[in-house]
């Protein structure tokens, strides 16, 4: 009779992030947002605004554009839209979050 080995037990490891290379941006969002236990709801909220962001700048990459253009659409917001600076806190995240 031949013994079968056992292998011991790995350690519970969390799930690696999904590569991001190629893949578009609001489903890097998507990702990064799962990957923070954010809520689907809160996830889809992120993607409506970063949309919007974009849509306001020509369909530029946020890779492009830096502060100058995050601070136009936050004005744009404010006086042309009558939204709060709370309101703003998305855009941080889609200015920095995917890059990290």
């Known amino acids: 009779m031949t013994q079968t080995q056992k292998t011991p037990a790995s350690p519970s490891k969390p799930p690696a992030p ?7 941006l609001l489903d890097q969002v998507m990702d990064t947002i799962r990957l923070k236990h ?3 709801r809160t996830g889809k909220t992120y993607v409506h605004w970063i949309t ?6 020509n369909k530029r990459h946020p890779k492009e554009m830096g502060f100058p253009e995050v601070e136009a659409f936050q004005t744009h917001l404010a006086k042309d839209q009558k ?3 709370s309101s703003h806190t998305v ?5 920095r979050g995917i890059r990290r």
Do not use: V
Not at 52 to 57: A, E, G, R
Not at 91 to 95: H, Q, T, W
């Open 91 to 95: 855009l941080a995240f889609g200015a």
């Open 52 to 57: 919007k962001y974009i849509l306001f700048h």
């Open 18 to 24: 999904p590569p991001q290379q190629g893949r578009k």
């Open 83 to 85: 939204l709060s600076a």
């Open 38 to 40: 954010y809520s689907e």
